[in-house]
């Protein structure tokens, strides 16, 4: 089992940059495949950012694509989501996931490979 905390959420002003992060426990992630998704409030769970485990290849979300950029740090069992020009568009909660990947790049864009999820962290910007 893999557990999950996502950390760094809040508000900020349109423009402005924040960093998540999401410790995990319970195993080494440095095999997993590692993903933010975010879920705005009456919307579905969104796609957000991902992070293969052989080559590092990322993978975003085209709303966020050239903003957000995801990291690990395996040493810290870690994975980030560095988001700058936050716009109010960007107002969700934001989950950080694990799970095994098939190498399908439609499919990591999907919960389906996820098999852990942390609880969420709220971002509000502000306009």
């Known amino acids: 089992q893999v557990q999950l905390v996502e950390s760094g959420g809040g508000l900020v002003q349109a423009g402005g940059s924040l960093r998540l992060s999401c410790v995990a426990s319970g195993r080494t992630i440095s095999r997993y495949l590692l993903g933010w998704f975010r879920q705005a409030p009456g919307k579905e769970r969104e796609f957000v950012a991902a992070m293969g485990w052989i080559d590092g290849s990322t993978f975003y979300g085209d709303s966020v694509k050239g903003r957000f950029t995801i990291a690990r740090d395996n040493a810290k069992n870690t994975v980030y989501l560095q988001m700058n020009n936050l716009n109010p568009e960007d107002t969700a909660v934001y989950y950080c996931?694990?799970?095994?990947?098939?190498?399908?790049?439609?499919?990591?864009?999907?919960?389906?490979?996820?098999?852990?999820w942390g609880r969420g962290t709220q971002v509000t910007v502000s306009s």
């Open positions: 996931a694990a799970g095994a990947w098939s190498g399908s790049i439609t499919t990591l864009k999907t919960i389906r490979p996820y098999d852990y």
